[in-house]
T-cell receptor, first 115, second 114 residues
Framework: KAGVTQTPRYLIKTRGQQVTLSCSPI?????VSWYQQTPGQGLQFLFE???????NKGNFPGRFSGRQFSNSRSEMNVSTLELGDSALYLC??????????????FGSGTQLSVL | GESVGLHLPTLSVQEGDNSIINCAYS??????FIWYKQESGKGPQFIID?????DKRQGQRVTVLLNKTVKHLSLQIAATQPGDSAVYFC?????????????FGQGTILTVHP
């Protein structure tokens, strides 16, 4: 079974630009979560999508947004990039059925550098 | 609690030794805990999990202990190998929250010397 797939692996952007990252969850998983990882702040939750609806959101500005498609694939978008947005962006998936303790599986991430 | 990642604790051990990695959590409403291993250039990899109604759980070469009284979690790795060298994170999920939302600890760097 293929794991969580994230594309692209690396991205370099300049301040003010926008970026879109893509995530394909494990087959059969309907929940997709996004995390930001930086050396200073560690791993921080961005948002979670389930059945094309955002059901949880972390403490990030509105420049960070996401969406989920009917096939459970997800994208996240960051607009008006700032230097501080440089980070490893991780996508994770789970079955999302709720009611049971579910394991969260991560992709390898997209390393975003903002110059 | 929020993740603070300015200075990661480090643990250095010799191959074959047992390793113990500790984690303190802050939210008494957390009822599900997970340990992840992250190697350089990769995403976090699931190691073992434990629910709050348990105080110990064992896997292959790993044991997780949960002490809810003092809000403390530990990961024990038996017969540590060089391939165990990585950053280890504990993560917690708050009761009632969906399982896609985890709060991560700062991480501990484990270095295993041959």
């Amino acid at each position: 079974k293929a794991g969580v797939t994230q594309t692209p692996r690396y991205l370099i952007k300049t301040r003010g630009q926008q970026v879109t990252l893509s995530c394909s969850p494990i087959s059969g998983h309907r929940s997709v979560s996004w995390y930001q990882q930086t050396p200073g702040q560690g791993l921080q939750f961005l948002f979670e999508y389930f059945s094309e609806t955002q059901r949880n959101k972390g403490n990030f500005p509105g420049r960070f947004s996401g969406r989920q498609f009917s096939n459970s694939r997800s994208e996240m978008n960051v607009s008006t990039l700032e230097l501080g947005d440089s980070a490893l962006y991780l996508c994770a998936s789970s079955k999302g059925q709720g009611g049971n303790y579910e394991k969260l599986f991560f992709g390898s991430g997209t390393q975003l550098s903002v110059l | 609690g929020e993740s603070v990642g300015l200075h990661l604790p480090t643990l250095s051990v010799q191959e074959g030794d047992n390793s113990i990695i500790n984690c303190a959590y802050s939210n008494s409403a957390s009822d599900y805990f997970i340990w992840y291993k992250q190697e350089s250039g990769k995403g976090p990899q699931f190691i073992i999990d434990i629910r709050s109604n348990m105080d110990k759980r064992q896997g292959q070469r790993v044991t997780v202990l949960l002490n809810k009284t003092v809000k403390h979690l530990s990961l024990q790795i038996a017969a540590t190998q060089p391939g165990d060298s990585a950053v280890y994170f504990c993560a917690e999920n708050i009761r009632g929250a969906s399982y896609g939302k985890l709060t991560f600890g700062q991480g501990t760097i484990l270095t295993v010397h041959p």
